[in-house]
């Protein structure tokens, strides 16, 4: 591992707190230390760890590597060879090319929908490789939240290559961030809620993204927003077979939640907890976080790489898009075809089933902010 | 950011005349670019930027757009853009170009707010001719014969906005791209010959150009939506206008055009540039490309030329068009391909100009049409006939659009409502199923 001194930051946005107690943090070079209820958060290699349970899971990095005994050595070639040399080292052959999509403008082609102004305050919960933290990072602050200790210290290594002054990399759960209240602008929720129930089994897991969201509306300001991406359960493709992208299973969103997650347990010993929802459950569910405004989007063709945010509010423009930009050489296979052939001609009631990928933005408050 | 947008557009759309409702929210659709997508090295990317497509509440099609530009795009550039877009309107007697009503600086962005265009791009229309569900050799022929004649009126329009009355050469141009090109791809350095560029450098120089307002866009097919264009605000226009005098601008077109992956899949067994050479023919059979080929030829200027001396212009062409993908995918994994595919091209490219050489009329080579829609790919069948159900004018699954989605929505109802009944109507459906399975093994 690298030299822990080397990677330290010098300046860390005043926006932290004790995540047991919520008391004020001392911000050592090594160590974080509540002054009230005395916990110390240990700070390895520039980064703290807010969660220390929780920091050796293996992260986007690990998903990406299917080796976790190779994991050691990534953040040293990163530091060494730099952060793009350290992604194509565990690139899969036949996946998406990570070192594009890590770095590709269109992974925050979605800023203008919420509204994001320079200068603004954005915490990105789930950084992955700090594909949207760091690009943010270029005119905002950013704190880039990740558990997985790989992560976040990767994001470190590359945030400090690419002199990014403004972002800090702490590892921390979603559920419980060690942020004040009321420091956000916007909060980031990008391919992330789906997974928040896997961490608490034995809850309700329907509870445990509320319980998510409702933290995301604390630290949020009163005028902030946050941006959630996440799957549609009634996607069209899962009716024709296509597999459901968190379980890897077919047609389990389909099921209701008993059966899906009976049927989860039998073929892969594991409950279904990756809940994703229709467009009204999601609305609900943000309601019921406490968001007062939420406006709907279609992300197409997916939420990584968004060349279009289209509002689904008004079925009328979701059809025009349809209508002037599907090119169908992106669907060009016999079922793309068809899916195709539904995006284009079905009528507006079954957009609810056209669109793959949900982006909401969700306001704080139902007012309308001029920076 | 986005709300001093709509804040702006609401302070100014009645001078811009626009109409706009006093209160509602107006929905805004995000259209980024897919080049942002890192895959090829970002040329234009910076100064395309975002599109915001305005649309007032239950509106079917957007009543305004604005558009963020990149850093490079300085104001005096815009100004000037403007300026010879409105000139070219003007010449044209119709509005190729749209309205530019403002540029405004919000936040940290330079915004430009424009007239909304409607109707899908020629790439869309291209692609959905021949890829598309409702493909069907009458859909190409349709789209290719608007794209040409609405490519070649608006080309015969720009020439009219003339920024040089000196009479311009391109062969020492064409050299230089040739030379470039043989840098840019050693494969082809046996197969371009000093001798050839120099013969092809001459042809050229034979006619004599005028600088005028050009397209700045290099594909066709992604350019015009529709009968408008998308606007023309590039950091350097007058460069652009140097560097594509006469004809030139129109041929960069039509190779790019010969070279757009739907055209490739209609005429998957030939070559694009037999294809192309043989629209030169002028007693070939008539085709579905080359009768408007040849028409856009006279309308930018080519109609007194030869083939050979077209086709000298077309080499020049290739090579500025080989060294832009070659430049643009520089970085990418396909780079070695691309020059191995593009050395190939260059073989073919000489040897059709060393046959009308030899024969310069084009008789010899060009006089059958090698495009015979009859001949075309086996997958792409004539479908524009109104018995099949993909074609947009029976409408796709019409009978499914009616029952589909009413379905749908009880299914949901029970399922959600009365999950009890929901599961037991399964059940006796899997028992159903289990029964007539058993039957039929008896």
């Known amino acids: ?371 | 950011m986005i709300d001093r947008v709509q804040q702006h557009i609401r302070e100014h759309a009645a001078s811009w005349g626009v109409e706009l409702p006093a209160s509602a929210r107006l929905r805004m659709l995000l259209r980024a670019n897919p080049e942002n997508d890192g895959i090829v090295r970002e040329i234009a990317a910076g100064q395309v930027g975002t599109l915001a497509f305005w649309f007032r509440p239950h509106d079917t099609k957007p009543c305004l757009v604005s558009k963020f530009v990149g850093a490079s795009l300085t104001a005096e550039a815009i100004a000037e853009c403007t300026n010879l877009q409105e000139s070219a309107n003007e010449k044209l007697g119709y509005r190729l170009f749209p309205r530019i009503y403002s540029i405004a600086e919000v936040g940290s962005h330079r915004v430009v707010f424009m007239e909304a265009v409607d109707g899908p791009n020629y790439e869309i229309q291209l692609a959905r001719a021949v890829h598309g569900p409702e493909r069907s050799t009458r859909a190409l022929e349709r789209v290719v014969a608007q794209v040409f004649q609405e490519l070649g009126t608006a080309l015969r329009g720009l020439h009219a906005v003339t920024l040089s009355g000196a009479p311009v050469k391109w062969g020492a141009q064409a050299t230089d791209y040739a030379r470039r090109f043989l840098k840019l791809c050693p494969e082809a350095g046996g197969i371009v010959s000093e001798a050839s560029i120099a013969a092809t450098a001459d042809l050229i120089d034979a006619v004599a150009l005028r600088e005028h307002f050009v397209l700045t866009e290099d594909h066709i097919t992604n350019y015009l939506p529709g009968p408008r264009a998308v606007d023309q605000l590039v950091p350097d226009i007058r460069g652009l206008c140097a560097r594509w005098p006469g004809p030139v601008d129109g041929l960069r077109m039509l190779v790019a055009f010969f070279r757009a992956s739907p055209i490739r899949q209609a005429f998957a067994d030939y070559d694009w540039l037999d294809a192309l050479a043989s629209c030169l023919a002028k007693e070939g059979r008539i085709d579905l490309v080359g009768t408007p080929v040849r028409r856009f030829l006279d309308d930018i200027g080519l109609k007194s030329a030869t083939a050979q001396t077209i086709w000298a212009f077309v080499t020049g062409v290739f090579f500025m068009r080989a060294i832009q993908e070659l430049e643009f995918h520089a970085d990418n994994a396909i780079a070695g391909r691309l020059r191995n595919e593009f050395a190939g091209y260059a073989r073919d490219v000489i040897r059709i100009g060393d046959e009308l050489r030899i024969s310069p009329d084009g008789s010899r080579r060009l006089a059958v049409s090698r495009l015979d829609k009859d001949q075309l790919d086996g997958e792409f069948r004539d479908r524009d006939h109104a018995d099949f159900h993909y074609s947009p004018n029976t409408r796709v699954f019409s009978e499914l659009i009616r029952w589909l989605p009413p379905a749908l929505r009880i299914h949901h109802r029970i399922r959600e409502r009365h999950p009890r009944l929901y599961r037991a109507v399964r059940r006796i459906l899997g028992l159903a199923r289990g029964a007539l399975r058993r039957l039929s093994r008896r």
């Open chain 1, 1 to 371: 591992m690298t030299d822990a001194g080397t990677l330290r930051k010098s300046r860390w946005l005043d926006v932290y707190q004790c995540p047991a107690c919520g008391g004020p943090l001392l911000k050592n070079p090594d160590v974080w230390e509540c002054t009230a209820c005395r916990t110390r958060y240990p700070v390895r290699a520039g980064v703290p760890l807010l969660n220390v349970a929780a920091s050796h899971s293996p992260g986007f990095v690990g998903v990406m590597k299917r080796d976790d005994s190779q994991l050691a050595s990534f953040i040293g070639t990163a530091e060494s060879h730099g952060w793009e040399a350290a992604l194509r080292a565990v690139q899969t052959p036949g996946e998406p090319d990570r070192v594009l999509e890590a770095a590709a403008p269109n992974r925050v082609s979605w800023r203008h929908a919420a509204n994001l102004a320079p200068g603004s305050v954005v915490v990105d919960i789930g950084a992955g490789t700090g594909g949207v933290a760091c690009q943010l990072a270029a005119d905002c602050s950013v704190v880039a939240i990740d558990r997985s200790f790989i992560d976040a210290a990767f994001v470190a290594v590359r945030a400090r290559q690419q002199k990014l002054n403004t972002l800090d990399s702490i590892v921390a759960e979603g559920s419980r961030l060690p942020l004040s209240s009321g420091i956000a602008d916007l909060v980031t929720l990008i391919g992330v809620l789906e997974w928040v129930p896997a961490d608490f089994p034995d809850r309700d897991p329907r509870e445990s993204q509320l319980e998510a969201l409702r933290e995301v509306r604390r630290v949020l300001k009163p005028n902030g927003c946050l941006y959630l991406a996440i799957e549609n359960r009634y996607y069209f493709g899962y009716y024709l077979g296509v597999p459901e992208p968190h379980a890897r299973l077919r047609y389990v969103s389909l099921m209701d939640r008993e059966a899906a997650d009976r049927y989860s347990r039998d073929t892969r010993d594991r409950p279904f907890l990756e809940l994703t929802h229709s467009l009204p459950d999601y609305r609900t569910l943000l309601a019921e976080a406490g968001f007062q405004r939420v406006e709907s989007y279609w992300l197409y063709p997916d939420y990584r790489l968004t060349h279009a945010v289209v509002p689904v509010d008004d079925p009328a423009v979701a059809r025009w898009f349809s209508d002037q930009h599907l090119d169908p050489r992106s669907h060009h296979r016999l079922f793309e075809q068809g899916l195709y052939s539904f995006f284009r001609f079905s009528p507006p009631d079954f957009l609810a089933y056209s669109v793959r990928d949900y982006g909401f933005v969700a306001w704080a408050e139902d007012t309308e902010r001029h920076d």
